[in-house]
């Protein structure tokens, strides 16, 4: 029998423009089966799909799903019991490690919430959703240098993710002061979404440090 889960992220609120959907194929099977790679199907303009399969059980699907309602409801903690079942039940999906780490984030445990997202990437190295989320944890850490690598590695997937765009932008800008970077991230974030006039307040910004530094150094030449 197969069975359909969709993990549809609309990125907690604070992301979501782009259909950014995992699809998580299941199958209830009897005997041992190899974990097979998951696929990252690239829609340009519109998003991605992410595809993994594993053998489960109808009751790790619902709880999957009931799991998921009770994180859209703030629920964390009993979202994050039903997902550490699933995880248990269903070791080679990194989509309930990715949600275990949101949540986790979202309640203030960091440390938990990195863990589950290493844990995820281990099972799906190329997942951009796994890597965004990461950066936004080290760079509330402190670790802006790994931040960067973390939305870098999300956008060679995806170069169309806006919202690691952005957050790229945001690190480059506010924490390792690399105007250029940040300039060019946030001119492709608005590309994606033209209609963020705070973003274009921090191109205009940016333009005119740009503009003062360039003005600083023909003065001094």
């Given amino acids: ?7 549809c ?15 998580i194929s299941a199958c209830a099977t009897t005997g041992t089966t190899s974990r097979p790679a998951a696929t990252i199907a690239i829609q340009e303009d519109v998003g991605f799909t992410i595809t993994e399969v594993a053998a489960v059980d109808s009751t790790v699907r619902t709880e999957y799903i009931e799991a998921l309602g009770h994180l859209e409801r703030a629920q964390h903690q009993e979202g994050l019991a039903m997902l550490r079942n699933v995880a248990s039940s269903a070791p080679d999906l990194s989509a309930p490690r990715i949600e275990m780490g949101i949540a986790y984030h979202a309640i203030g445990d960091l440390d938990a919430a990195e863990e589950n997202l290493l844990a995820a990437l281990e099972l799906n190295p190329d997942h951009p959703i796994a890597h965004n989320e990461l950066g936004i944890v080290y760079r509330k850490t402190g670790r802006f240098a790994a931040a ?20 790229l932008g945001i690190l480059c800008d506010l924490y390792l002061a690399d105007l250029d970077c940040a300039l060019q991230n946030y001119e492709a974030y608005m590309k994606t979404v033209p209609g963020d006039d705070q973003a274009a307040m921090w191109i205009a910004d940016i333009r005119g440090r740009l503009g003062q530094e360039e003005a600083a150094c023909t003065q001094n030449s």
């Fill in 1 to 7: 029998m197969i069975m359909n889960f969709y993990y």
């Fill in 9 to 23: 992220k609309q990125w907690l609120a604070r992301v979501s423009m782009l259909a950014l959907v995992t699809v």
């Fill in 148 to 167: 960067r690598k973390s939305y870098e590695s999300a956008l060679a997937v995806y170069p169309g993710y806006h919202h690691a765009r952005r957050n």
